[in-house]
């Protein structure tokens, strides 16, 4: 019996990383959550580089794929797309895939902007997107690497999935 027949959940890990944007003008999304005053970051979508690690971790653990193979550059409709709009389809594939979301916890990694005194709003956001609890969580690197120089955001993301149903995939 495999671990999927017993219902055992399975577990995906899923990355993001984008550089800040040379255009001043372009906005700034992280967590699902604006940040005025903050240059955005590149990207085909909007960059929000929480949204989109969940929504690649997803993926992963009920085995879909990534975040690249489902809205890559290649996807015209998903240009300019926001983070939550990505992350609730991301979850409404995995669900029509016969999966249950039980969570999903997102680290944010890079010295701005600062998360903490958003942090409820952002997981809102985020799980609202989702329809499944997603927690944030941020850190630096201490200067060490694109991160640590301010040249960009990465995000980390781990989901967990069960097996409830057959699916359409």
């Known amino acids: 019996m495999t671990a999927e027949r017993a219902g055992l959940p399975r577990t995906g890990i899923g990355t993001d990383v984008h550089a800040f944007d040379t255009d001043p003008a372009r906005e700034l999304w992280v967590g699902g959550l604006h940040w005025p005053g903050e240059v955005g970051l590149a990207?085909?979508?909007?960059?929000?580089?929480?949204?989109?690690?969940?929504?690649?971790?997803?993926?992963?653990?009920a085995g879909l794929g990534d975040l690249g193979s489902n809205f890559g550059t290649s996807a015209p409709q998903w240009a300019g797309a926001r983070g939550t709009v990505l992350l609730a389809e991301a979850a409404r594939r995995v669900r029509a895939a016969g999966f249950e979301i039980g969570n999903v916890a997102v680290q944010v990694i890079?010295?701005?902007?600062?998360?903490?005194?958003?942090r409820a709003?952002?997981?809102?956001?985020?799980?609202?997107?989702?329809?499944?609890?997603?927690?944030?969580?941020a850190t630096t690197t201490d200067g060490l690497g694109l991160t640590g120089r301010g040249e960009g955001l990465a995000?980390?993301?781990?989901?967990?999935?069960?097996?409830?149903?057959?699916g359409d995939a």
Request: proline residues 5%.
């Open 155 to 166: 995000g980390l993301a781990t989901a967990l999935v069960v097996r409830v149903g057959p």
């Open 110 to 118: 890079g010295n701005r902007p600062r998360l903490g005194p958003r």
């Open 121 to 137: 709003e952002a997981e809102e956001a985020l799980s609202e997107a989702a329809g499944a609890v997603v927690t944030v969580t």
């Open 43 to 61: 990207g085909h979508s909007d960059g929000d580089v929480a949204a989109h690690a969940a929504a690649d971790a997803l993926f992963s653990a």
